[in-house]
């Protein structure tokens, strides 16, 4: 697949089918994660596979009520947590470089190369951003010094999702001052 086609087919995906995932098949989407770059390559992502009922359970509650993708994670055949080390990326002798979060920008790297490979793969992802990530980091053990960032649910797609409609680039581009 062209990575265009890629970025602009990949969709978020709420609703799947029953169909387990095939043995091996997240181990490849996670290389995919671990190639993403990285704050001076300190590769800060870390992943938890969730495969079970009741600890899918526990991060459905950790999710708003009104979350959409509740569902997708109550019901897809894995869950994959993303997990930042928090003193890492961003970080030079020890000491942060400024107040910037860096570990989140790059787990959001780790986890678009998931979600583009996933889709690549005939899968489908939702990223899951809206939630208590502290109730969540109890849930999976998460130790000090971590945090759960976000977590996509992966699986089969039921039915095809159709794209949003997007800004037109002149909304979005601007050259030498916005």
């Given at each position: 697949?062209?990575?265009?086609?890629?970025?602009?087919g990949?969709?978020?995906v709420?609703k799947?089918?029953?169909q387990?995932?095939e043995?091996?098949?997240?181990?490849e989407?996670?290389?995919?994660a671990?190639?993403a770059?990285?704050?001076?390559?300190m590769?800060?992502?870390?992943?938890?596979v969730?495969k079970?009922?009741?600890?899918k359970?526990?991060?459905?509650?950790?999710?708003s009520p009104?979350n959409?993708?509740?569902?997708?994670?109550?019901?897809?055949?894995a869950?994959v947590?993303?997990v930042?080390?928090?003193?890492a990326?961003?970080?030079?002798k020890?000491?942060?470089?400024?107040?910037?979060a860096w570990?989140?920008?790059?787990?959001g790297?780790?986890m678009e190369?998931?979600?583009?490979?996933?889709?690549a793969r005939?899968?489908?992802?939702?990223?899951?951003g809206?939630?208590?990530?502290k109730?969540?980091?109890?849930?999976?053990?998460?130790?000090?010094?971590?945090?759960?960032v976000?977590?996509?649910?992966?699986?089969?797609p039921?039915g095809?999702?159709?794209?949003?409609?997007?800004?037109?680039?002149s909304?979005?581009?601007f050259?030498?001052?916005?």
């Amino acid at each position: 697949m062209d990575v265009f086609e890629g970025i602009k087919g990949r969709r978020s995906v709420r609703k799947y089918t029953a169909q387990p995932l095939e043995e091996g098949l997240i181990d490849e989407l996670l290389d995919a994660a671990r190639w993403a770059p990285s704050w001076a390559n300190m590769q800060c992502a870390r992943y938890i596979v969730v495969k079970d009922p009741g600890t899918k359970a526990k991060l459905v509650e950790t999710m708003s009520p009104r979350n959409p993708a509740r569902e997708a994670v109550a019901n897809a055949p894995a869950v994959v947590v993303f997990v930042g080390k928090i003193d890492a990326s961003g970080y030079k002798k020890g000491q942060p470089v400024d107040d910037k979060a860096w570990h989140m920008f790059d787990v959001g790297l780790a986890m678009e190369n998931f979600c583009l490979a996933a889709h690549a793969r005939g899968l489908g992802t939702v990223i899951v951003g809206s939630f208590d990530y502290k109730k969540a980091g109890e849930v999976l053990a998460v130790p000090e010094g971590y945090q759960v960032v976000a977590f996509t649910p992966v699986g089969y797609p039921e039915g095809e999702s159709k794209a949003p409609p997007r800004k037109e680039m002149s909304e979005l581009v601007f050259h030498e001052k916005m």
